[in-house]
């Protein structure tokens, strides 16, 4: 079997994000309904533009393009977990249910961290 990645599908940090992705979607929905406009809204927005922005990213031609778009995907997880840890402060999520996620979250931090490093 030949291990070339062809499309942003290959990627596993591609396709780690769209796991925390699913699980950030997942853990939204029990926030109370007031934060239908504020957090939740804030978080769904974050998580999905990690793996958009990968597979953007992968579509452009030059190094400097790429890079840039997996930049912007590296700062939508930051805001991502940033959000994870408000929920937790706010005791909408457990200190539990934020570990869990967290640790798909920094699994998606050192993936994309080393995917950009040949690039810079």
Known sequence: MEDRISSFEDLRVWQESQI???????????????????????????????????????????????????????GSLLETKNFLYLSEKLRYISNTQLEEILEQVVICQKLLNAFMRPLK
């Open 20 to 74: 925390s992705a699913v699980m950030t979607y997942r853990l939204v929905k029990q926030l109370p309904k007031d934060e239908v406009f504020g957090l939740i809204s804030q978080m769904k927005r974050a998580v999905a533009s990690v793996s958009a922005n990968i597979a953007e990213g992968f579509g452009r031609k030059t190094n400097k393009d790429k890079l840039q778009f997996y930049r912007i995907a590296y």
